[in-house]
């Protein structure tokens, strides 16, 4: 086959060619989130039934990222990443033209699906573009579309709505998807070790991924809503999440031709990284989460201002991660790793000292030092991660790298959005506690609202009742706060606790030889 003596072509137009479908991925993600009230609206439905809209895509998304290494080195990774992109696209248009809600949801299910293989994919490609050398700039561009995109999401999502329609958030992808399609046709080719499959398809392997995965992902997304294991709905879906993955992995070990080779977490330092690739996830996107929520909810910020307002750290990674991707060839690629995640628990910290009372600049400095501190995690993490591992490994070792970051976003979410419930409660109580009539400052407070409401000509049993009223309130407000402050503190121990583990990571080796061999 003459594609076997495939041409010499500058790496940066390859990294540019993955990188617009992957940037469109990622970005979809999130885009939709602001506008589902729209959507739900626009398509007589709920918004509890349009949140499907995203659940669909994510579902679908999960289920086959960690199959993407096989597809690839099954059907090879050039008409996969093709099949990918061009479906992906033809999947966004059907999105934008839906009629109704089930059909959007259908359409959404398959953009995901096709959607799933483009970040490993991605990842993969541009890991063997690049000489060992060069890695840390190819990481750092990739982490740039992997990370400002979702932060990119709301805002961009917010301002097309309210000036186009929801519609054009799904038909902005066809341009960008058609210039991906000619740009990989043109610029990308399969390496010779990758050949057609000859060993069986594993059916079952699939199946069960499917299962487990699926599950996982709907019980993350609903659990909340339906109010965890008080829910029979969620606790079918946590035996199924178990048996699924609990028989995938037996199914995996044990099968000659697996559907993801889970031999590959034996390397020390590729499954120390993905598990603090898991956290990243969790406390990326938990923050990512909390932010917009509080300025919505409690600081009164409309959608798009809430947007704007998380610009910061969109800025601060788009400015800082090209400066990692040099000082990757010049500072130990741990020691990079250890100062993200130090900057980044501080900055978190700062944001759990916020009251009521913060403006815009109390937000802006821990969010622009947030953002700079995830090119200090991205990029050295992905290099360290997959240096290690071998060629023929690289499109599978990505492939649950990828998978693990979404697991990680996703409880992440979850936890979050659960703990600021929770924790609101207990501060209620905590507070209305202290508001009683033998409490001066209640007291005075309580007879000022009274004095206030009844020069307002309300008469005495109505301003009584008006004052619960406002106190109750407030208490509700500040309990809310609080419960924000210990997510934010939360999210701050979590990366301070993951130090430690950068010492199992080994030392990546210098020079062009290094990352190669299996056994570093």
């Not at 949801?105 to 060992?132: K, N, Y």
């Not at 121990?493 to 030392?507: E, G, N, R, Y």
Request: aromatic share 10%; glycine share 10%.
């Amino acid at each position: 086959m003459s594609e076997r003596t495939n041409p010499v072509i500058n790496p940066w137009i390859i990294a540019i060619s993955v990188m617009l479908g992957t940037f469109m991925e990622v970005l979809d993600t999130t885009v939709v989130n602001v506008s589902l009230p729209h959507i739900a609206g626009n398509l007589s439905a709920s918004t509890d039934e349009a949140t499907w809209v995203l659940t669909s895509y994510l579902v679908a998304n999960a289920i086959v990222l960690p199959m993407t290494g096989w597809l690839a080195n099954h059907f090879g990774r050039r008409r996969i990443l093709l099949m990918s992109v061009t479906g992906f696209t033809v999947f966004s248009f059907l999105c934008g033209i839906a009629p109704n809600l089930p059909m959007l949801i259908v359409f959404r299910v398959f953009q995901g699906a096709t959607g799933g293989g483009l970040q490993p994919l991605s990842q993969a490609i541009l890991m063997e573009a690049f000489p060992p050398e060069k890695r840390g700039k190819a990481m750092a561009f990739w982490a740039l579309g992997i990370v400002v995109a979702p932060m990119l999401g709301p805002v961009l999502g917010g301002w097309i709505t309210d000036s186009y329609s929801w519609r054009w958030l799904f038909y902005i992808n066809i341009p960008i998807g058609i210039a991906a399609v000619v740009m990989a046709t043109l610029f990308i080719f399969d390496p010779p070790y990758i050949k057609r499959g000859k060993g069986g398809i594993d059916y079952w392997g699939i199946g069960m991924l499917a299962v487990g995965i699926g599950a996982l992902q709907v019980l993350l997304d609903k659990g909340q809503e339906l109010d965890w294991f008080a829910s029979h709905a969620i606790v079918i879906l946590a035996i199924a999440t178990a048996l699924g993955l609990g028989f995938f992995v037996l199914r995996e070990l044990s099968t000659d031709h697996p559907v993801v080779q889970l031999q590959v977490f034996k390397v020390r330092t590729y499954s120390t990284g993905v598990f603090l690739m898991t956290v990243l996830g969790f406390v990326l996107y938990g923050s990512t989460v909390l932010l917009p929520l509080w300025l919505q909810t409690l600081m009164g910020y409309s959608s798009l201002e809430a947007g704007m307002a998380m610009l910061p750290r969109g800025l601060g990674s788009f400015l800082f991660m090209p400066v990692v991707g040099i000082l990757m060839s010049k500072i130990e690629p741990r020691k990079l790793l250890a100062a993200g995640l130090v900057v980044s628990a501080f900055s978190l910290y700062l944001l759990s000292r916020l009251s009521l009372n913060a403006g815009y600049w109390d937000i802006f400095w821990p969010q622009l030092m947030q953002g700079m501190s995830m090119g200090l995690l991205f990029v050295p993490l992905t290099t360290i991660t997959n240096g290690p591992i071998p060629k023929e490994q690289m499109g599978n070792a990505t492939s649950l790298f990828n998978l693990m970051r979404n697991i990680g976003a996703s409880i992440g979410i979850a936890s979050m959005t659960t703990m600021i419930a929770r924790r609101s409660q207990i501060h209620i109580q905590t507070l209305g506690a202290h508001v009683t009539q033998s409490d001066p400052a209640a007291r005075s407070m309580f007879q000022a609202t009274i004095t206030a409401m009844m020069a307002k000509g309300m008469d005495m049993v109505t301003a009584t009742k008006q004052t619960y009223v406002v106190l109750f309130g407030m208490v509700q407000r500040q309990a809310a706060m609080l419960s924000y402050v210990d997510a934010f503190f939360l999210l701050a121990v979590t990366f301070a606790l993951c130090l430690p583990l950068i010492l199992l990571m080994k030392k990546p080796p210098k020079g062009p030889g290094g990352p190669e061999g299996m056994g570093h």
